[in-house]
């Protein structure tokens, strides 16, 4: 999740035009030549991990030193719980399949290719890519975000494949860099521009030139990127996370009442402000020093995750085998269970694509999903008009910060509404 906060920073947000204007400018060229070198070097892919990698896993896990113990009566206050980890890591241990996890996971079509983002080495992108049979099918890019990873794009998929008359998508999901099974980025840099840039190459690689977006978290900023930079090729954007700033209130433009929705969703995410936001402000800063332990404490990984889990949902009901799939998605990465965190230092130190950036008008068709307990959409609805061209905005009632996940229902359900027929945005992909 990131944070409410601008953390201080500049902002330089480039226009459209000055990216569009001149594409090799950026280090990459959209002519067929390179598009055929891409799509070229896209390769199958299957997860497999090391038997050699879950033996070690086991070693450690069993090897735990686990707190001596905690304050009484604590609860969920001081962080994840002693006995729920201990729980946890007991069946992580003894009953936990990642083997059977992992032949669910490949059953969906899984690819890699390399990407060349402009001032960094070639990185291997990991992505599912469903294609649907229905004509008229539309291009959509999913972007996932921290500490969530392509998994949750899954539940999403049975239901976008057009079945029943509905709006069909060609669904990509990538593995973020630094996320998943996707490369290790080893340069200083790489942030909200660099992931836009990564994902819009994925879309023209693969011959979609026109196509739509979807993020929570991350994803919903590089969506938000990906639209300034490139809105030539992204047609129109669906986000369930917003940083909006109030608007200048006038008398053309007076200051509205606010709901009591909004107002109880304002002061919890006030409240997850002061109470709730301490690891931002860690993996914005020192992301190096929390690394050694995310990556040698499979335990620590856990509990680091786990408590966002819970914390960030709508009293969601998490299942063992489920915390423990997101959690292995980061302790089996390719880059390591300590890279993702990366991004926060990146983002928090970027003058030109950061927290306050991605607030400025994109004119961009902009689709909303509010779920009440994404405290990170803590924003009324007459801030989120400064965003850009809202073609829907629907408040749903139960829901928190990981909706395609919590949620598939209502996020494929807003993506079938907003570009089938009769839809806000429909028609925005010249197919």
């Known amino acids: 999740m990131v944070s409410l906060k601008p953390q201080n920073q500049s902002s330089d947000f480039r226009t459209a035009s000055h990216w569009s204007a001149k594409p090799k400018a950026q280090g990459f060229s959209t002519g067929s030549s390179w598009r055929r070198t891409i799509m070229a070097s896209i390769r199958p892919f299957k997860i497999d991990v090391p038997d050699a990698s879950l033996a070690k896993l086991k070693q450690k896990l069993e090897l735990t030193r686990f707190p001596e113990g905690e304050v009484e009566d604590a609860g ?31 059953a969906i079509p899984q690819f890699k290719t390399e990407i060349e983002v402009e001032g960094f080495d070639p990185i291997d992108i990991h992505f599912v890519h469903q294609k649907s049979d229905v004509k008229g099918a539309i ?14 794009v899954t539940r999403l998929l049975p239901l976008l494949r057009g079945e029943n008359g509905k709006q069909a998508f060609h669904v990509v999901a990538p593995s973020l ?7 290790r980025v080893t340069k200083k840099g790489f942030g909200l521009g660099q992931y836009a840039e990564m994902g819009n190459k994925l879309m023209l690689a693969l011959g979609y030139n026109q196509y739509v977006t979807q ?42 009442e606010y709901t009591e929705r909004e107002l109880r969703i304002m002061k919890e995410a006030e409240i997850w402000q002061e109470n ?19 990556a040698d404490s499979p335990t620590g990984l856990l509990a680091w995750i786990y408590e966002k889990l819970v914390a960030w949902t709508d009293e969601y009901p998490w299942t063992p085998d489920e915390i423990l799939t997101w959690i292995s998605i ?14 926060y230092y990146e983002v928090h130190h970027d003058p030109k694509f950061n927290l306050l950036s991605v607030r400025e008008y994109v004119d961009v068709p902009l689709g909303f999903a509010d779920f009440p307990k994404e405290v990170a959409m803590a924003v009324p609805e007459s801030w989120r008009k400064t965003l850009g061209p809202i073609v829907e905005d629907v408040k749903f009632e139960r829901g928190g910060h990981f909706a395609a996940w919590e949620r598939p229902e209502d996020i494929a359900g807003c993506l079938v509404r907003i570009f089938g027929k009769g839809g806000g945005a429909e028609g925005v992909v010249k197919l």
Do not use: C, M
């Open 276 to 294: 709730g936001n301490g690891y931002f402000a860690i993996q914005s800063t020192k992301p190096a020093t929390l690394a050694f332990s995310l």
């Open 330 to 343: 980061y302790y089996h990465s390719t880059a390591g269970p300590g890279a993702s965190i990366y991004t």
């Open 177 to 183: 860099p630094n996320y998943g099974f996707s490369g």
């Open 76 to 106: 969920w206050d001081y962080g994840a719980p002693l006995q729920v980890i201990k729980d946890l890591t007991k069946y992580w241990v003894e009953e936990y399949d990642w083997r059977a996890v992992e032949k669910k996971l490949n």
């Open 139 to 152: 291009p959509l890019l999913f972007l996932h975000g921290w500490p969530g990873s392509f998994l949750e």
């Open 215 to 256: 993020g929570g978290d991350w994803g919903a900023l590089i969506v938000r990127v990906i639209g300034t930079l490139f809105p030539q090729h992204n047609k129109a954007s669906h986000i369930n996370l917003g940083l909006a700033n109030e608007p200048k209130w006038d008398s053309e433009n007076p200051k509205p």
